[in-house]
């Protein structure tokens, strides 16, 4: 397998986060967030964005940042976006990159849900977190001038997992309609059986070390992994929202990537799917100046501007 010399030169820099330790975890994180990618001063005059409070469902206050492009009058898409960080790392400025970057170049109003996050809270509790922006933001599409038919989740790696499962759980609940679910190279299946996750334990960023140890922390006993910790375990994918699913030759959740997209199709659900190869997990975030990740950065922004046009 042969890298993408832009990613592989910067490779060298990286190593998979140890996140037997959160709290040190969250401090690299910190240190080396997204002031690195170029959108903050590309995007700057084209968004304008806010942070707001809502409460969940069990009464504890949530962070939302509100992202609208300034360029488009009227009722606009809407995405609900979930940050990754292996469900133990992150915050509202994690992927503040690819919130504006979807908000300037898809024409859409971002709503990013600050989570709480594992060991500290336990599935289901950063998963209903989510839901519950999901709930908010359908509710109050009107006063955030978006289409309540038109409003897609979306997430990265853990991000991507709460996506899918934030999906099921909107379909099981009678929940608000999902129109899009945007999933890049999701965590879909604690059971870590594929072929790329027992293979890849030297990868950059993610390996299938720092897999097992995620799952831990999110869990907090292996029999929790319902549908809804693990979308990759669901059985019935019926009735789904339509998917973008981003899979990335150079990490170990690749299959699970590949494989839910497979079953998507088979139950009727329209899916986009593409590999990257040459890619590892989270080029775009890591590495956003790449051309390879500039290149699907653009994709991702041009399918929702596409797929949630009026």
């Known amino acids: 397998m042969t890298m993408d010399p832009e990613l592989d030169a910067a490779s060298v820099l990286m190593a998979p986060p140890d996140i037997s330790d959160p709290e040190a975890a969250r401090f690299v994180a ?17 968004v304008t ?3 707001s409070i809502i409460t969940a469902v069990d009464g504890t206050e949530i962070g939302l940042r509100i992202y609208t492009p300034n360029f488009s009058r009227g009722v606009k898409a809407g995405v609900v976006y979930f940050h990754g960080g292996a469900f133990v790392v992150g915050d509202l400025d994690y992927e503040h990159a690819r919130c504006l970057r979807y908000a300037a170049d898809a024409g859409c109003v971002v709503v ?3 989570y709480r996050l594992a060991p500290e809270h336990k599935f289901p509790l950063g998963l209903e977190d989510c839901y519950s922006g999901l709930v908010w933001t359908y509710q109050n599409a009107r006063d955030i001038n978006v289409d309540p038919a038109r409003i897609a989740v979306a997430g990265a790696s853990a991000g991507g997992c709460l996506a899918a499962a934030v999906a099921l759980l ?3 609940r009678g929940g608000p309609p999902i129109a899009l679910q945007i999933l890049l190279y999701p965590v879909l299946d604690d059971r870590m059986g594929t072929p790329s996750m027992l293979a890849f334990n030297d990868t950059p960023v993610w390996n299938n070390v720092s897999n097992a140890e995620m799952w831990k922390h999110y869990l907090a006993l292996p029999e929790d992994a319902s549908i809804y910790a693990a979308p990759g375990r669901a059985e019935d994918l019926s009735d789904l929202p339509s998917a973008y699913i981003l899979a990335v030759e150079l990490d170990p959740l690749r299959d699970e990537a590949l494989d839910y997209a497979t079953r998507l199709l088979a139950a009727g659900v329209k899916v986009e799917l593409h590999h990257v190869a040459g890619a590892y997990h989270g080029f775009d975030h890591d590495v956003p100046d790449a051309a390879i990740s500039r290149r699907w950065m653009n994709d991702q922004s041009s399918y929702v501007r596409r797929f949630l046009r009026h």
């Open 30 to 46: 910190v240190l080396t967030r997204d002031h690195r990618s170029s959108a903050i001063v590309e995007t700057e005059g084209r």
């Open 49 to 51: 964005f806010a942070d």
């Open 112 to 114: 990013s849900v600050d």
């Open 170 to 172: 909107a379909r099981d």
